[in-house]
């Protein structure tokens, strides 16, 4: 069966339809199916790939009949179904290699994620350049910059936005356009094979003739390999003078980047390069609240002060805070079985994952924030927000007050993060001037104690 990514997506999303429909348990269906996709068909075969070990244990040993009968309506074809985890996808291509005579054309498993869109890449300050930029090389590709590339710290965004790239073409695009994404380690095993002769005829440099749009994830997985450096050096030449899209990301700028040719590393730098930084608090409660949506669920179940804690607690890195989520997810559907999620909830779900005096000391600094937000009528965003209004600012300079007084040895610029990246010369100021007024300001004392007596200090 021949597809291109786009059909094979389509087909996936009729028989997830079906698949809805025949279960009728939407809590089910949104948490284990939802997020899968087709990563291959071969012959008789269909490979999935699932979202967690657990869920391919439930796709084997409950619903591989009801999956297997949906496939055969949808596609008339009796399947053999195969369930992969998506790190596993390339293990079990290495290992079919090692053991198949068969020859094999070039990154036959490199396949566009088709749940990676700009649609649910969410936009901060911290990628808004990277976004941007990453959607118009995706509305022109080959004709603005060339290459693009993005360089942050791991988990912040880099793939979703070279798949976001991909789709958008996939969708937009030419018909006839040829997109490729692959991993640097990808690209060293293929050039390994090719220079065993592992291949049919085909010359690696021939096949990337044909390629229109190269996003190459991770190229500092090249560094010191300098034969295939030499082999990636003439096909970015190649493709560049043709005028082809090549996009790039790292984990470092181009010119702190070690062991690549300097010729190289230049031409990195020639085109757009764009960093991604990490993302803010907010930022990160809107990733949360797009992510429970997009799993079925109702964010008004979440307390606010939950979102907070993991935006908090997790937001150096994006794929860890959606790691976060999802436990906290299959936790409460599977195991709690609750509606209301709250933030006693949230800690014993993620229990594992933070320390258990860190976990205290955060559920006191948010649960302070939540009282005094409360106390003022605002909402825990509006406290830890930017707005400046009079009331708001004082709200604010007294949360941090509480939180600095009646909390040991938290840091000055700990509190700053809590209340969207303040320095500590702000926080300071803010906690000088609560007390300052203390001395004669009845109405103050009277509301610092109502406050002290809610927090249990």
């Not at 606010?304 to 976060?324: C, P, Q, T």
Request: with cysteine.
């Amino acid at each position: 069966m021949n597809s291109s990514v786009s059909e094979i997506a389509q087909l996936w999303d009729r028989i997830l339809k079906n698949i809805q429909e025949r279960l009728n348990e939407n809590d089910i269906f949104d948490s284990f199916f939802k997020e899968t996709y087709i990563n291959d068909i071969k012959n008789d075969k269909m490979i999935i790939v699932a979202n967690s070990s657990l869920a391919i244990q439930l796709f084997k040993k409950k619903y591989y009949e009801i999956i297997r009968e949906v496939v055969k309506d949808v596609t008339e074809t009796e399947f053999k179904l195969e369930f992969v985890l998506e790190e596993d996808i390339k293990q079990n291509n290495s290992d079919e290699n090692s053991v198949s005579t068969k020859k094999q054309t070039y990154f036959e498993s490199a396949l566009i994620n088709p749940k990676l869109t700009f649609d649910n890449f969410v936009v901060g300050s911290f990628n808004r350049e990277a976004s941007q930029a990453a959607l118009l090389i995706a509305t022109n590709p080959g004709k603005m910059f060339n290459p693009l590339f993005m360089y942050s710290n791991s988990g912040l965004g880099k793939t979703h936005l070279l798949h976001a790239i991909g789709n958008y073409i996939i969708k937009n695009g030419s018909p006839n356009i040829k997109i490729l994404y692959i991993t640097a380690n990808n690209f060293v095993d293929e050039y390994i094979r090719y220079v065993r002769a592992d291949k049919d005829s085909e010359s690696l440099k021939d096949f990337f003739k044909g390629v229109d749009v190269l996003l190459l994830d991770d190229v500092q997985f090249l560094a010191d390999k300098v034969k295939t450096s030499e082999m990636f050096f003439y096909i970015y030449t190649k493709m560049i003078s043709d005028g082809k899209q090549i996009v790039i990301t790292s984990d470092h700028q181009p010119n702190e980047l070690k062991g690549l040719e300097d010729r190289l590393i230049t031409r990195f730098s020639q085109g757009l390069v764009v960093s991604i930084a990490e993302p803010d608090q907010n930022t990160c409660v809107e990733i949360l609240k797009k992510k429970i949506t997009a799993s079925g669920l109702d964010v008004n179940n979440f307390d606010e002060s939950v979102l907070y804690f993991f935006a908090d607690k997790f937001s150096k890195n994006v794929r860890e805070l959606e790691g976060a989520l999802n436990r906290l997810i299959f936790y409460v559907v599977s195991l709690k079985q609750t509606d209301k999620i709250t933030m006693e909830t949230a800690i014993e779900a993620v229990s594992s994952l933070v320390g258990g005096k860190t976990v205290a000391t955060q559920l006191n600094e948010q649960k302070i924030i939540n009282i005094v937000a409360e106390y003022y009528n605002l909402t825990p965003s509006q406290l830890t927000g930017r707005i400046r209004t009079g009331q708001i600012t004082m709200a604010r300079h007294i949360a941090m007050y509480l939180i600095r007084t009646t909390l040991i040895n938290v840091p000055l610029k700990k509190i700053g993060d809590m209340f969207g990246g303040k320095d500590h010369t702000t926080v300071m100021n803010g906690v000088s001037k609560v007390e300052k007024e203390l001395k004669t300001d009845e109405k103050l004392q009277q509301a610092i104690a109502e406050l002290k007596r809610r927090i249990g200090a």
